[in-house]
């Protein structure tokens, strides 16, 4: 488990430009439809705790200890926080209505293991919701992604920005029900471990 004190004490100012240029909209896009008992992986600083509407209660999981010391001052009711890894979920199968992911694929060491682990905690009529920066379509962006991921995986806490990152949900086993491309960077969707997902869309 990598610990990063320079990104956490960060990363909150780091997203309030983001955030004010549509990516909090994103995260409401794919939170506010999270319905009945829910898992978010990786919750950082805890900024997606206020977008959720709808669920029965929020289960957290995220590795860094310096992130997670952050996202308890935003805990709200019926939600709760652990220490752990996505690729090791701490919970039995079949056991979410809902998961969902921002931001954090690019992060994840092994994101495949991550995907199939989803898999297995979600519910047979469940839905995972994700909002992600794969690599870019444009060949020259993708290229220059590739150029800088090296240097920037060491500075930005270990985020990758060349990874195909709705492949590891397919290879997995996940369905992609839906799936929108937000610009060059972020893609948003919506996936289930069966045909059968009872959430509305994320643009419902
Ligand atoms: C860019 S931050 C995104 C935080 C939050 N999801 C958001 O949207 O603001 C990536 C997060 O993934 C977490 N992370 C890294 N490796 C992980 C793993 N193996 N399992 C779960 N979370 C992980 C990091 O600690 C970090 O908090």
């Known amino acids: 488990m990598g610990a990063h004190l320079f990104v956490a004490s960060i990363y909150d100012a780091f997203m309030v430009p983001a955030d004010k240029l549509g990516f909090e909209q994103v995260r409401r896009m794919v939170v506010k439809n999270a319905r009945g008992r829910v898992l978010e992986i990786g919750a950082g600083t805890g900024l997606n705790f206020q977008h959720f509407e709808k669920a029965d209660c929020v289960l957290a999981i995220e590795p860094d200890p310096f992130m997670l010391s952050r996202a308890i001052g935003r805990i709200r009711d019926c939600a709760a926080l652990t220490r752990a890894r996505a690729e090791e979920l701490p919970f039995p199968d079949n056991s979410?209505?809902?998961v969902v992911s921002t931001l954090t694929f690019c992060t994840i060491g092994d994101p495949l293991k991550a995907a199939s682990e989803i898999r297995r905690v979600?519910?047979?009529?469940?839905?995972?919701f994700f909002a992600e920066h794969p690599i870019a379509e444009q060949q020259a962006l993708a290229k220059a992604e590739k150029l800088l991921t090296p240097l920037w995986k060491r500075v930005a806490g270990g985020c990758h920005l060349d990874r195909d990152i709705v492949s590891y949900f397919?290879?997995?086993?996940?369905n992609i029900a839906e799936i929108i491309r937000l610009d060059s960077f972020?893609?948003?969707g919506r996936a289930s471990k069966s045909d059968i997902c009872a959430s509305p869309g994320i643009e419902a």
């Open 96 to 98: 979410f209505d809902t």
């Open 122 to 128: 979600l519910k047979d009529d469940g839905c995972f």
């Open 170 to 174: 397919r290879s997995a086993g996940l």
């Open 186 to 188: 972020f893609v948003a």
